[in-house]
């Protein structure tokens, strides 16, 4: 037994086993959240356009964060490289960076903001994520009945680039405290087990195939089809060709800044 996995025997696991949000780093916040909102077919949200560095989307399950780091860039010791692709939600934030210092590279001691606590902390290859504490969250609220467009309002899974896949496995596994698959790290999209919300999907794509890209998430829709005339109609940029497969369909976009976001539909005949 490896003194990594002795340490998760040994060790209350202080994050729960869901992705709370992801981010998407942006420029233009308003042009972002309005391209957000288009491709979903929901409504702009003027109150949160307020100066403030986020706009945010609370999709049942997993929300979407588009962070334009206005706030960050005014701090000397921030760096681009150290913006987070998703926040885990902790049990207890000084027991998540105790536990991350013995794992990973916490970026700083937890920031601490009325009933709000986090830090950003990189993983073993250098993807940095953030864990984050939040009291009396509320549950998350469906906005499905208001979307007008065949792209749900739902992120089924969202990609974390690895080189190394075994050991990323294995690390995460043990982040999430949760069983690891040795056969099905021998594969190129590893998902690890989440209690809800979206799928915690590491890719080893990327670099297998020498991309210099990365897809950060992926939305679900239950018409493949008409999501992508829908996004051909109404002017969304593709990102290559739309690919089919056994168990899936999916096509990329590319959003106001180039981030690669997928549409996705699960094949029933693939599961």
């Known amino acids: 037994m490896s003194q990594h996995e002795e340490m998760n025997r040994t060790t209350a696991i202080p994050f729960e086993n869901r992705i709370a949000s992801v981010f998407v780093h942006v420029t233009n916040l308003r042009q972002s959240a309005e391209w957000y909102s288009r491709l979903l077919g929901l409504p702009i949200k003027e109150e949160r356009l307020n100066g403030g560095p986020v706009y945010w989307f609370d999709f049942q399950g997993t929300h979407l964060i588009l962070d334009s780091n206005s706030g960050n860039r005014q701090n000397p010791d921030w760096r681009e490289d150290m913006m987070p692709r998703m926040m885990l939600p902790a049990k207890d934030i000084d027991a998540a960076y105790l536990f991350i210092r013995k794992q990973g590279t916490p970026l700083s001691e937890p920031e601490r903001h009325g009933p709000m606590a986090y830090f950003n902390f990189r993983d073993p290859e250098g993807n940095v994520q953030m864990a984050c504490w939040a009291e009396n969250r509320e549950e998350d609220s469906s906005l ?55 799928a915690l999907l590491l890719d080893h794509n990327r670099h297998l195939n020498g991309e210099s890209f990365s897809e950060l998430f992926y939305f679900e829709t239950e018409d493949f089809d008409g999501a992508l005339q829908f996004v051909k109609s109404n002017g969304f940029e593709l990102a290559g060709e739309p690919q089919i497969f056994p168990d899936l369909s999916e096509f990329a976009l590319l959003d106001p800044d180039g981030n690669r976001i997928v549409i996705a539909q699960m094949n029933e005949e693939g599961q």
């Open 144 to 198: 499905a009945g208001l979307s007008r467009s065949p792209i749900l309002p739902r992120i089924g899974g969202v990609f974390v680039d690895v080189k190394h896949m075994p050991a990323a496995a294995r690390w995460y596994s043990g982040l999430l405290g949760v069983e690891y698959d040795e056969a099905a790290a021998e594969q190129r999209i590893y998902s690890v087990p989440t209690a809800s919300g979206a």
